[in-house]
C-alpha cells in the first residue's frame, strides 16, 4: 500500500522560510517510486485546490505555479524517497493545506496533507 505522509508545516510568519516534506513509503520494484511524477497541491479555505509545483521521476525538469514560480522550490530524493517544497519569501496568500501527489501511468496517490499559515 503506497502512502505519501506530508510534514514541516506550521505558522510562519510573512517572509519567512518553510520546508515541507512528503515521505513515500509501499512503493515496489515494479512501481519504483523514481518511476513517479509528483506535485505539489494546495487548498486555501472557501478555494479549490490547485497545482502548485511538480518535477519529474528524475528530478530533472521541474515547472511551477505563476504564483509561486521564483519563490519556492521542488525536488525530490529518489533515494530516500522523499519529495521536498522549499518554500521562501512567504506570504499570506500561501496559507493552505499543501498535499504532495503522486502519479504513474493510471495509478495516482494523494498524501493527506499539511497544514502552513502565513501570519505575523
Known amino acids: 500500500q503506497v502512502l505519501l505522509e506530508e510534514s514541516g508545516g506550521g505558522l510562519v510568519q510573512p517572509g519567512g522560510p518553510v520546508r515541507l516534506s512528503c515521505a513515500a513509503s509501499?512503493?515496489?520494484?515494479?512501481?519504483?517510486?523514481?518511476?513517479?511524477?509528483m506535485s505539489w497541491y494546495r487548498q486555501a479555505p472557501g478555494k479549490e485546490r490547485e497545482w502548485v509545483a511538480g518535477i519529474i521521476g528524475n528530478g530533472r525538469a521541474t515547472k511551477y505555479a505563476d504564483s509561486v514560480e521564483g519563490r519556492f522550490t521542488i525536488s525530490r530524493d529518489n533515494v530516500k524517497k522523499t519529495l521536498y517544497l522549499q518554500m521562501d519569501s512567504l506570504r499570506s496568500e500561501d496559507t493552505a493545506v499543501y498535499y504532495c501527489?503522486?502519479?504513474?501511468?493510471?495509478?495516482?496517490?494523494w498524501g493527506q496533507g499539511t497544514q502552513v499559515i502565513v501570519s505575523s
Open positions: 501527489y503522486a502519479t504513474w501511468i493510471s495509478r495516482e496517490y
Open positions: 509501499g512503493f515496489t520494484v515494479r512501481s519504483p517510486f523514481s518511476n513517479f511524477a
